[in-house]
């Protein structure tokens, strides 16, 4: 079965700044920018950067789970909004960002997040990219990206399998690192002899 985006999930906008984000050493919420998503298929709370969101409509804070992905630039990955456990400061997306709410009766926002980031999809944003300064996904345009939606328990097999594939990733990188380490270790012994 296939469905629209906007039939299955609110897509909202992130929060628009007058200028350069006001960074705020002792603020009480964090903010989420195109720069913190790069190379990230999920994104915690802990690293944003802290700001004073009084005024903020709520609309642009996110929620566990939110599926976001860039709406300008040069890359359209699609992450996941996991805050960080020992967090409970807000964070709001700035309108750099589009925040996917998907209705979790239908389907789980892993899923969601990994579509996204299949070239399916990815070559649907890549056609509807406008711009040519600056290129962009409209969300009217992401709205109407049809997804295949599986069985629920279909999406949770294929959620299992990529964090598997995930933490294999990370397993194999620190192994590299590993051994990169052990031979600068042996290189530089070779070269005191």
């Known amino acids: 079965m296939r469905q629209?985006?906007?039939?299955?999930?609110?897509?909202?906008?992130?929060?628009?700044?007058?200028?350069?984000?006001?960074?705020?050493?002792?603020?009480?919420?964090?903010?989420?920018?195109?720069?913190?998503?790069?190379?990230?298929?999920?994104?915690?709370?802990?690293?944003?950067?802290?700001?004073?969101?009084?005024?903020?409509n709520k609309t642009s804070h996110l929620e566990p789970d939110d599926v976001i992905i860039p709406a300008r630039g040069d890359h359209y990955n699609a992450a996941i909004f996991k805050p960080s456990d020992d967090s409970n400061t807000d964070v709001v997306a700035s309108n750099q960002v589009l925040i996917i709410r998907v209705n979790k009766s239908k389907i789980i926002p892993d899923y969601i997040c990994w579509y996204l980031n299949q070239n399916e999809a990815k070559n649907y944003i890549k056609n509807e990219i406008r711009g040519t300064n600056i290129p962009m996904i409209t969300k009217d345009s992401l709205s109407r990206l049809m997804i295949k939606i599986p069985p629920i328990e279909i999406q949770k097999k294929i959620v299992e399998l990529v964090n598997?594939?995930?933490?294999?990733?990370?397993?194999?990188?620190?192994?590299?690192?590993?051994?990169?380490?052990?031979?600068k270790g042996m290189f530089q012994q070779l070269l005191e002899q």
């Open 4 to 56: 629209q985006l906007k039939d299955i999930a609110d897509i909202r906008t992130g929060h628009t700044f007058r200028g350069k984000v006001p960074e705020d050493p002792k603020g009480n919420s964090r903010v989420l920018q195109i720069k913190d998503m790069r190379g990230k298929m999920v994104i915690t709370s802990d690293t944003l950067t802290l700001i004073n969101a009084k005024a903020i």
């Open 164 to 183: 598997l594939w995930q933490k294999e990733k990370q397993l194999t990188q620190k192994l590299m690192n590993n051994r990169e380490d052990m031979l």
